[in-house]
């Protein structure tokens, strides 16, 4: 098991950026494949990127191509989502999940581990 910490969530207005970090501790010695996913109110849990254990390779929602961008720094046992161009639409709280995994995952059933969740609003 690893556990998993979500921060960098806030208000912002629309066209603004955020970065949330995911930081994991735990049995972080394993191979884990990391993703993000963000809620709003009244809706699913939807797939926002996801990234490989490595860096190497990484996916995105259409909704998100070409704002947001995943990364990771394993030394640091950390993962980033930095959102740029951001709109009023991607209000919602982010969380970061996790799986034992050499490659990513886009549905959020394959993911075992999981954060708290960090709130981020975009004002119009």
């Known amino acids: 098991q690893v556990q998993l910490v979500e921060s960098g969530g806030g208000l912002v207005q629309a066209g603004g950026s955020l970065r949330l970090s995911c930081a994991a501790s735990g049995r972080t010695s394993s191979t884990y494949a990391m993703g993000w996913f963000r809620q709003a109110p009244g809706k699913e849990r939807e797939f926002v990127a996801a990234i490989n254990w490595s860096g190497g390779s990484t996916h995105y929602a259409d909704s998100v191509k070409g704002r947001f961008t995943i990364s990771r720094d394993n030394a640091k046992n950390t993962v980033y989502l930095q959102m740029n161009s951001l709109k009023p639409e991607d209000t919602a709280v982010y969380y970061c999940?996790?799986?034992?995994?050499?490659?990513?995952?886009?549905?959020?059933?394959?993911?075992?581990?999981w954060g708290q969740g960090t709130q981020v609003t975009v004002s119009s």
């Open positions: 999940a996790a799986a034992v995994s050499l490659h990513y995952y886009i549905r959020a059933g394959e993911y075992d581990n």
